[in-house]
């Protein structure tokens, strides 16, 4: 069993950056793909960034594309989410997924998750 932990969101205007950091316990951390998603209310969870378990290979959303920069330090068990230029549509409960995937964007096919971390952008 992995468990994750999401940490670094918070209140932040427009224009600001974040950090997300999601900590992994529990399990072989360095065998998995980790992705970011988010799930604004009433809406669905989408996919925003995923990286394979080496790091070689990263992959984006279309709407986070140029702005964001996904990371993984297997030796901390930690990847991580930079975002800058954050916008108001960026406001979401963001979560970190571990999983054997062979498609980023699917959640379905992720088997561990955290709790998720509240980011909202102010206007």
């Known amino acids: 069993q992995v468990q994750l932990v999401e940490s670094g969101g918070g209140l932040v205007q427009a224009g600001g950056s974040l950090r997300l950091s999601c900590a992994a316990s529990?399990?072989?951390?360095?065998?998995?793909?980790m992705s970011w998603f988010r799930q604004a209310p009433g809406k669905e969870r989408e996919f925003v960034a995923g990286?394979?378990?080496?790091?070689?290979?990263?992959y984006y959303s279309n709407l986070v594309k140029g702005r964001s920069t996904i990371s993984r330090d297997n030796a901390k068990n930690t990847v991580y989410l930079q975002m800058h230029r954050l916008k108001p549509e960026d406001t979401a409960v963001y979560y970190c997924a571990a999983g054997a995937v062979t498609f980023f964007d699917t959640p379905e096919k992720y088997d561990y998750w955290g709790q998720g971390t509240q980011v909202t952008v102010s206007s």
């Open positions: 990286i394979t378990f080496s790091g070689s290979t990263t």
């Open positions: 529990g399990g072989s951390f360095r065998t998995y793909t």
